[in-house]
């Protein structure tokens, strides 16, 4: 094809090209279509969340009250062990020989004091006779109250040793869990040889959470006419994500506020019961999620948690009027759940807000509604403990 006939051919293509209207510059769309719900009246249970960490109500130090070998240990560490279960046995032989004695010295000054009140006897019933001396009487009474002191003494020295024949049997002061044992058989324990294992107890459990000064003021506020503290549920997820089925109560409130964290010290008791199993789950010492909420669920103004959008001045919504233009409005948020917002104020009931679609909404432009059949689903909380 020759120079002359390319060139003819790009000015019929050029031609062609503007001749044909929409194909240089496509016209623009109409309003973005958008996802809009109603702003409604809901039961909202309102929770906290905080970071808490396990305790045992009742922790035991055993330890060596008397210097002796241990002769045997009677139970499996890490088991679970009832109050007043035999634990460790010490050798006895030594103390069997102190308390022998000690009957004995007991014997001993009650004899002499069974003596010396004849002796009382006699010198009293000679007083009127010609034989009879005062002194004689004094003396033997001061004699008897001496041997009876003794005699006092001796048995107080008996208890003593009775005592400590006991301490060769150590046993479980309350019921628990026991740990491992940090002297075998066969050694010598003393007072000063430090704990020889330590029982925590199972149920129920103390969980301890800092919590804001403005967060506790809060629920004092809101429960003030519901009970009190009283009506404060608090639920626990475990450490590895699921949530426990318990339902505890917040029994103690620190009487200071940290100064360099503004935040008090909140404890609540809740039950951990063994499964068929025989596991329990919460152990001492671990670091568990904690959400505080109120028992029953109460009527709010909400939307959808994913409606509201948030800058550095605040929440906001697209609130779509009756010309279908969209109004942002800012909002003040309450007390809310994952799923849904309480609004304390900037919105009314039935009014339409955008929740699907936000990238394509500007404030003041036109949007094309529509209802979102889907809303969004709350998480079911954990089921309530039987009593």
Avoid: W
Wanted: aromatic share 4%; hydrophobic share 45%; no cysteine.
């Amino acid at each position: 094809m020759s120079l002359r006939h390319l060139a003819v051919l790009s000015v019929l293509a050029a031609s062609a090209f503007h001749a044909v209207p929409g194909l240089a510059q496509m016209p623009g769309g109409g309003p973005p279509s958008v996802g809009v719900v109603k702003v409604s009246q809901r039961p909202v249970t309102a929770t906290e969340a905080f970071v808490g960490r396990v305790q045992s109500i009742e922790r035991v130090d055993l330890t060596a009250r008397v210097t002796a070998f241990i002769e045997a240990r009677l139970f499996t560490e890490g088991a679970e062990v009832p109050a007043g279960a035999l634990l460790y046995k010490l050798e006895r032989g030594p103390f069997e020989a102190a308390v022998a004695q000690q009957q004995a010295s007991v014997a001993q000054a009650t004899a002499t004091l069974n003596n010396a009140g004849v002796q009382l006897g006699r010198v009293t019933a000679l007083l009127n006779g010609p034989a009879g001396l005062r002194s004689q009487v004094d003396d033997a009474r001061a004699n008897q109250a001496g041997l009876a002191a003794q005699q006092q003494s001796a048995q107080a020295q008996l208890r003593i040793a009775q005592i400590n024949l006991d301490y060769t049997e150590i046993r479980a002061p309350i019921a628990g869990k026991i740990g491992r044992t940090n002297f075998t058989v066969g050694n010598v324990v003393t007072p000063a040889s430090g704990p020889l294992a330590r029982i925590v107890s199972q149920d129920p459990m103390y969980v301890l959470f800092p919590m804001a000064a403005k967060s506790y003021f809060g629920l004092l506020k809101r429960f003030a006419d519901q009970g009190g503290m009283a009506m404060v549920a608090v639920r626990l997820s475990l450490p590895d994500g699921s949530a426990d089925d318990q339902v505890g109560k917040i029994d103690f409130v620190d009487n200071t506020i940290a100064a360099t964290t503004d935040t008090m010290l909140v404890r609540a008791s809740i039950p951990n019961p063994a499964n068929k199993q025989g596991f329990r789950p919460l152990i001492d010492g671990a670091f568990v999620g904690v959400t505080v909420n109120a028992d029953a669920p109460k009527m709010a103004l909400t939307v959808p948690r994913a409606a509201v959008i948030s800058d550095q001045q605040g929440n906001y919504v697209y609130v779509v009027g009756a010309d279908n233009k969209a109004e942002q409005r800012r909002v003040q948020l309450g007390q809310s759940t994952d799923a849904y917002a309480v609004v304390a104020s900037g919105l009314t009931e039935g009014e339409n807000v955008v929740l699907d679609g936000l990238q394509r909404v500007r404030p003041g432009a036109p949007v094309n509604p529509a209802p979102v059949n889907s809303a969004p689903v709350e998480a079911a909380p954990p089921p309530a403990a039987k009593s």
